[in-house]
């Protein structure tokens, strides 16, 4: 979406506010176009013949449907190169945006699994990184996330390939996620490896009630010890989880366009983002996989925006809670909340 799309005001005034943006897999922001020249760079054969098609394929009937193709999509990404493409496309994205500091979600395992080295994937992402933090001052970190339809001996297997690497991306490397399948993958099953990253000193967070039960965000919670979750929105199924959730002011990380596109709501309208927040929890506003769902941040708020109603108050709100939310430290946070408070009073 660009300029041309409804509501130029406030989507202008939506990018003038200092966000952050806290789930996106950076796999997930891989455009058609892009995944052509990898291909073709690459000599992998894509089973599409053109661009268009790749886009007509994009049509998901839950979060498994869009998985097979995200996993084949990634396929194309084999080189250093590659990788600091991907992430660099993205970042200059994100920057347009008006996001001033980005966490980011990698899949290690989708690229060993076909020989990719881990070196060749943390290189790549972390070279477009520290350049977009030089050149377009945007912050950022990667939340290296595992694979849950996986077992928890290849996390941590990946855990041991990844750690050799940490003093070399200390600046980046910050936190761990659990990511993939959710149904038949409860959060339980990752507790020995997410008890070691703790030890490690990672912060961590765990996709949980996106189609999963409320149950999976209460053991993400209690099992896992996450500080916060990857969508949540099943969480309101449980009122006593939802009250937990306000009270100790856990993040919860919403895509409203992915939730559409995978038919976890089936119109925004009905959606419970505005729900949540009025009713006193943390939410924050992402696209998770923007390549895929037809829509980055920005294109993220202002449909919710429009589809919910939602006041400029609530969409500062949303703003800074994004940054609160964020694994920044506090310093930082001061700074931003205060940009974003004076962006806002011009609004
Ligand atoms: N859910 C689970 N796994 C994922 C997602 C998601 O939204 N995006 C990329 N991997
Ligand atoms: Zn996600």
């Keep these: 979406m660009t300029d041309q799309t409804p509501n130029p005001e406030l989507r202008r005034w939506l990018r003038t506010l200092p966000k952050a943006e806290l789930h996106l897999h950076i796999e997930g922001t891989l455009e058609p176009e892009l995944m052509f020249e990898l291909a073709r760079r690459n ?32 396929g194309v990404l084999v080189t250093e190169q590659d990788f600091y493409d991907l992430a660099a496309a993205y970042l200059r994205r994100a920057h347009a945006d008006g996001l001033c500091h980005v966490e980011i979600m990698f899949d290690p395992q989708t690229h060993t699994q076909r020989g990719v080295a881990i070196d060749t994937v943390f290189a790549g992402l972390a070279r477009a990184l520290r350049e ?26 990946t855990l041991a390939a990844a750690l050799p690497l940490r003093e070399a991306y200390r600046d980046l490397w910050v936190g761990i996620g659990l990511d993939s399948s959710e149904r038949g993958n409860p959060p339980e099953k990752f507790t020995r490896v997410y008890a070691r990253c703790a030890e490690l000193g990672f912060r961590l967070v765990a996709h949980a009630g996106e189609e999963g039960p409320a149950a999976y965000v209460r053991t993400a919670l209690d099992t896992l010890r996450v500080s916060r979750i990857d969508h949540g929105v099943r969480s309101s199924d449980d009122p006593d989880l939802l009250q937990q959730l306000i009270r100790q002011r856990i993040p919860l990380t919403v895509c409203p366009l992915s939730n559409l596109k995978l038919g976890v709501v089936k119109t925004l309208a009905e959606h419970n983002l505005a729900r949540l927040l009025r009713a006193g929890a943390m939410v924050t ?3 998770d996989d923007p390549a895929y769902f037809g829509g980055y941040v920005l294109d993220n708020y202002l449909a919710s925006a429009v589809a919910l109603d939602l006041s400029h108050d609530e969409l500062v709100t949303l703003a800074a809670n994004s940054i609160h939310a964020s694994f920044l430290p506090t310093p930082d946070k001061n700074r931003l909340l205060d940009q974003l408070a004076h962006a806002a009073s011009q609004g």
């Excluded at 994009?58 to 097979?68: E, H």
């Excluded at 977009?132 to 849950?148: C, Q």
């Design 285 to 287: 506003i992402n696209a």
């Design 43 to 74: 000599g992998v054969t894509l089973p599409y013949a053109s661009v268009e098609a790749v886009r007509a394929a994009y049509q998901f009937t839950d979060l498994q449907s869009f998985l097979d193709l995200y996993y084949a999509g990634a």
């Design 132 to 157: 977009a933090r030089d050149t377009l001052g945007i912050s950022s970190y990667l939340l290296l996330s595992f694979l849950r339809h996986l077992s928890e001996e290849d996390a941590f297997d």
